[in-house]
């Protein structure tokens, strides 16, 4: 079966750091690009981090930069996402993607995708 999992969620004060895991099984991380993204209540989702396979360098959102650290483990089949200095706008479900291709403009097209884990900051 196909799937990507997320786990390492949970529940932290602000400050305080948490390490998301997306283990893929069935598939591997082997399309241009992997990442993580988020959605808050009541507000839309939004790419977090992300790295690529056809090109050198990482995407991360100005939110959690210099915060928040995207990497892989391929002998894992599994993707990570370091969060450290949390605060309560990090609070979210947050959601582990993997495109195969590419579209015309050269975006990533994601079509795999966690069913997500909850990441709660208190402050």
């Known amino acids: 079966q196909v799937q990507l999992v997320e786990s390492g969620g949970g529940s932290v004060q602000a400050g305080g750091s948490l390490r998301l895991s997306c283990a893929a099984s069935?598939?591997?991380?082997?399309?241009?690009?992997m990442g993580w993204f988020r959605q808050a209540p009541g507000k839309e989702r939004e790419a977090v981090a992300a790295m690529f396979n056809d090109r050198v360098g990482t995407y991360y959102a100005d939110s959690v930069k210099g915060r928040f650290t995207i990497s892989r483990n391929n002998a894992k089949n599994t993707l990570y996402l370091q969060m450290d200095g949390l605060n309560a706008e990090d609070t979210a479900t947050y959601y582990c993607?993997?495109?195969?291709?590419?579209?015309?403009?050269?975006?990533?097209?994601?079509?795999?995708w966690g069913r997500g884990t909850q990441v709660t900051v208190s402050s």
């Open positions: 993607a993997a495109a195969a291709r590419r579209d015309l403009g050269n975006k990533c097209q994601w079509n795999l």
């Open positions: 069935g598939v591997t991380f082997s399309g241009p690009c």
